[in-house]
T-cell receptor, first 119, second 111 residues
Framework: GAVVSQHPSRVICKSGTSVKIECRSL??????MFWYRQFPKKSLMLMAT?????????EQGVEKDKFLINHASLTLSTLTVTSAHPEDSSFYIC???????????????FGPGTRLTVL | QKEVEQNSGPLSVPEGAIASLNCTYS??????FFWYRQYSGKSPELIMF????GDKEDGRFTAQLNKASQYVSLLIRDSQPSDSATYLC???????????FGKGTKLTVNP
């Protein structure tokens, strides 16, 4: 149980294009999903917290107009990197928190990540 | 600033030894604590979580929590080369759904 998927796993795009990444909880309902970014040999950096049916909450320094987040249902959140530039190249990872069960402990389950390369 | 501190390592142990990973946190409002394992190029995988003072054992892994000292540890018994990874400690942020992650400790288990 508690499986989170991400799609695509890897994407290469040209500078200036937009890229959409999907995060799905496969066997549970997620009230909250989180989007992280990780640069090589660095720790996870939380970008935003996404709640179903409401606007995402962005961390300080993260441009909400550049990183568009939509949490359309209890099993799907999307991150769109708009007008991507080479400095946006990174490993983007989502995680999900169960709506029921062990949600009280703030347990997060991570997706496999999406490696974005912007040329 | 709520922080989680870990020794960055690298920590190197021989196969079969006990690996001890440590973590301290600054937010006394943190209620639950997590250890994630991250292999190179992969996303974090939850190993254990603990929310009560004392020890919690799961197979070869034991998590220890001391809220008075704001200290969490993870012991890996009978370490295997497959345990070689970066271990991330995380603490729930009091009053929030967010987790605060440490920078991770890189563990190498030598055959």
């Amino acid at each position: 149980g508690a499986v989170v998927s991400q799609h695509p796993s890897r994407v290469i795009c040209k500078s200036g294009t937009s890229v959409k990444i999907e995060c799905r909880s496969l066997d549970f309902q997620a009230t909250t999903m989180f989007w992280y970014r990780q640069f090589p040999k660095k720790s996870l950096m939380l970008m935003a917290t996404s709640n179903e049916g409401s606007k995402a909450t962005y961390e300080q320094g993260v441009e909400k107009d550049k990183f568009l987040i939509n949490h359309a249902s209890l099993t799907l959140s999307t991150l769109t990197v708009t007008s991507a530039h080479p400095e946006d190249s990174s490993f983007y990872i989502c995680s999900a928190r169960e709506a029921l069960g062990r949600a009280a402990y703030n347990e997060q389950f991570f997706g496999p990540g999406t490696r974005l390369t912007v040329l | 600033q709520k922080e989680v501190e870990q020794n960055s390592g690298p920590l190197s142990v021989p196969e079969g030894a006990i690996a001890s990973l440590n973590c301290t946190y600054s937010d006394r409002g943190s209620q639950s604590f997590f250890w994630y394992r991250q292999y190179s190029g992969k996303s974090p995988e939850l190993i254990m979580f603990i929310y009560s003072n004392g020890d919690k054992e799961d197979g070869r892994f034991t998590a220890q929590l001391n809220k008075a000292s704001q200290y969490v540890s993870l012991l890996i018994r009978d370490s295997q080369p497959s345990d070689s990874a970066t271990y991330l400690c995380a603490a729930s942020q009091g009053g929030s759904e967010k987790l605060v992650f440490g920078k991770g400790t890189k563990l190498t288990v030598n055959p």
